[in-house]
C-alpha cells in the first residue's frame, strides 16, 4: 500500500480528502427532511376513517408499518382492505401462513368499487406464498427488485412476518441477523420505489402486569420498525344495521415517531372495517 503523502503534494491531499468526505456524504448520509415536507408526504389509506385520522392520512410511504395482535384480531382483513383500497395503484401480498384468501377479498374489493366486474382490479395485486426464511430473503433481494421496475406498486404486504422465522429457530443469533437484513432491504425498497411497507406480527406471551401480549421477534425486530399498531378484542358485542351481533376491536396506536398515541373502538363486518 502506497501512501499519499508520497505521490502528492499536501495541498493535494487535502483536496483529495475534502472530495472524497463531500462524496460520502452525499451519497451515504440521509437527507433532513423538515417538518413541513413529512407533513405532505404521501400516505397510503386503510380505508377506515378512524384508523386514518390517528395515522395522519394513512400508513407512510417510505416507511417499515407493524400491526400486531392476538388471532382473530382483525389483522389480515385490515390489510386486505388496504390492498383493496390500493386496487388502481397496486400492490404485492406476501402469504406466509396461509393462502391468500381471495374470496374475502373479492368481497372487499366488490363493496369499495361497487360493480361486479372487477376482474382488471385484481390483475395488479401480485401475490406470493413463502414459508421460509431464506426463501422470503430470496423474494426481497431478487424478485421483489425486478417486478418493481417492470410494475407500478403502492404498497407492499408481508402476511405474517414471524411465520419462517419462528419454525425450529435454534441460533438466535442468526436469525436476529436475518431479520435484521430482511427489515433494511424492505425499507430501502420502500424509500427506492415510493411505497409502504406494512407487516403483520405474531404475539408471544407477557409476564409484565400492564401487558398480556407482546408482539413477536424480539428487540432486534422492533428497533427496525417505523410505525407499530396494535389491535386486540374487547369481549364486548353490539347490534348492527343488519341485527346481527359482531364483536368490538380496538385499534391502538403504539409508537410513531411523528405521531401521538391514540386508539379507536372498531367492527369487522362484510363491508369490512368500521369505527363506532
Not at 118 to 128: A, D, G, N, P
Not at 166 to 172: G, M, S
Request: aromatic residues 8%.
Amino acid at each position: 500500500m502506497v501512501n499519499l503523502k508520497n505521490i502528492m503534494p499536501p495541498q493535494d491531499v487535502r483536496c483529495y480528502r475534502s472530495s472524497r468526505n463531500l462524496y460520502f456524504a452525499k451519497y451515504f448520509c440521509p437527507e433532513i427532511v423538515t417538518a413541513e415536507k413529512l407533513e405532505k408526504e404521501r400516505h397510503i389509506k386503510t380505508g377506515c376513517a378512524g384508523f386514518d385520522h390517528i395515522l395522519n392520512g394513512g400508513f407512510r410511504v417510505g416507511t417499515l408499518s407493524e400491526i400486531y395482535g392476538e388471532s382473530g384480531a382483525g389483522k389480515t382483513q385490515l390489510v386486505l382492505q388496504i390492498a383493496a383500497q390500493c386496487r388502481k395503484d397496486g400492490s404485492i401480498y406476501i402469504c406466509t401462513e396461509d393462502a391468500f384468501p381471495v374470496k374475502r377479498f373479492n368481497q372487499l374489493l366488490e363493496h369499495h368499487i361497487h360493480q361486479t366486474s372487477y376482474s382488471e382490479h385484481r390483475e395488479k395485486i401480485f401475490i406470493e406464498h413463502i414459508t421460509e426464511s431464506q426463501d422470503l430473503l430470496s423474494c426481497v433481494r431478487v424478485r421483489l427488485p425486478k417486478l418493481l421496475e417492470q410494475k407500478k406498486v403502492s404498497v407492499i404486504i408481508v402476511d405474517s412476518i414471524a411465520a419462517p422465522f419462528r419454525v425450529d429457530v435454534t441460533n438466535y443469533v442468526h436469525r436476529a441477523e436475518e431479520l435484521r437484513e430482511l427489515g433494511i432491504l424492505l425499507i430501502n425498497i420502500a424509500q427506492k420505489y415510493g411505497l409502504a411497507v406494512i407487516v403483520i406480527n405474531q404475539v408471544t406471551s407477557s409476564f409484565d402486569e400492564f401487558d398480556n401480549v407482546l408482539p413477536s421477534l424480539g428487540l432486534a425486530w422492533s428497533n427496525i420498525v417505523t410505525y407499530r399498531c396494535m389491535l386486540k378484542r374487547k369481549g364486548l358485542e353490539v347490534n348492527t344495521n343488519n341485527c346481527n351481533n359482531v364483536n368490538v376491536r380496538e385499534f391502538i396506536l403504539v409508537f410513531g415517531p411523528d405521531l401521538q398515541n391514540k386508539n379507536c373502538k372498531f367492527i369487522i363486518d362484510s363491508s369490512g372495517i368500521k369505527t363506532i
